[in-house]
T-cell receptor, first 117, second 110 residues
Framework: GAVVSQHPSRVICKSGTSVKIECRSL??????MFWYRQFPKKSLMLMAT?????????EQGVEKDKFLINHASLTLSTLTVTSAHPEDSSFYIC?????????????FGPGTRLLVL | SQQGEEDPQALSIQEGENATMNCSYK?????LQWYRQNSGRGLVHLIL?????REKHSGRLRVTLDTSKKSSSLLITASRAADTASYFC??????????FGTGTRLTIIP
């Protein structure tokens, strides 16, 4: 298999602050990572596709200035929720494709639960 | 993007029974995948079936795909308490992205 980690696993912050979430591929290189958002008992909604060395591709309706994505290396992508508000509270999950083995499968991180007060 | 629909939304069965979940989707696909999510955790890939395949097995899992009806089913045989989780189908339509279904919450009663 392949291991993807996320940090932190949960974070509580005050409204107006920014929060950075890290997604790492631990045992493989990932040129493409994905960021999802999941509401309680709901499905995953793709927010953006993160490409190493280039700008992220955002899905329709996702504010790129609100959710900053940086994929600076082949093993790390970060999502920064800027000026967080209570409605940004959610479960954020990243995933990565492993092109050297099973390119069609996505390997998911354990998720980050964000609570904005 | 539109998501697929899964039914049932929730399913409770006795341990040892078989569990069947269904997924319908709207667009043509390259492949369809099933994932499992334990409460508050990430997703784990279970099985992938390509658009030119009709059935696939992996251990206690059996997946079928009917592209004419744009539907798939996941069968878990001889269920165990550890199978309790949410199950999602996801379609890949050749653009590298996965579109997830609404999910089925499966509860196995010991």
């Amino acid at each position: 298999g392949a291991v993807v980690s996320q940090h932190p696993s949960r974070v509580i912050c005050k409204s107006g602050t920014s929060v950075k979430i890290e997604c790492r591929s631990l045992d493989f290189q990932a040129t493409t990572m994905f960021w999802y958002r999941q509401f309680p008992k709901k499905s995953l909604m793709l927010m953006a596709t993160s490409n190493e060395g280039s700008k992220a591709t955002y899905e329709q309706g996702v504010e790129k200035d609100k959710f900053l994505i940086n994929h600076a290396s082949l093993t790390l992508s970060t999502l920064t929720v800027t000026s967080a508000h209570p409605e940004d509270s959610s479960f954020y999950i990243c995933s990565a494709r492993r092109f050297d083995r099973s390119p069609e499968t996505q390997y998911f991180g354990p998720g980050t639960r964000l609570l904005v007060l | 993007s539109q998501q697929g629909e899964e039914d049932p939304q929730a399913l409770s069965i006795q341990e040892g029974e078989n569990a069947t979940m269904n997924c319908s989707y709207k667009t043509s696909i390259n492949n369809l995948q099933w994932y499992r999510q334990n409460s508050g955790r990430g997703l784990v890939h279970l099985i992938l079936i390509r658009s030119n395949e009709r059935e696939k097995h992996s251990g206690r899992l059996r997946v079928t795909l009917d592209t004419s009806k744009k539907s798939s089913s996941l069968l878990i045989t001889a269920s165990r308490a550890a199978d309790t989780a949410s199950y999602f189908c996801a379609t890949d339509n050749r653009n590298e992205k996965l579109t997830f279904g609404t999910g089925t919450r499966l509860t196995i009663i010991p």
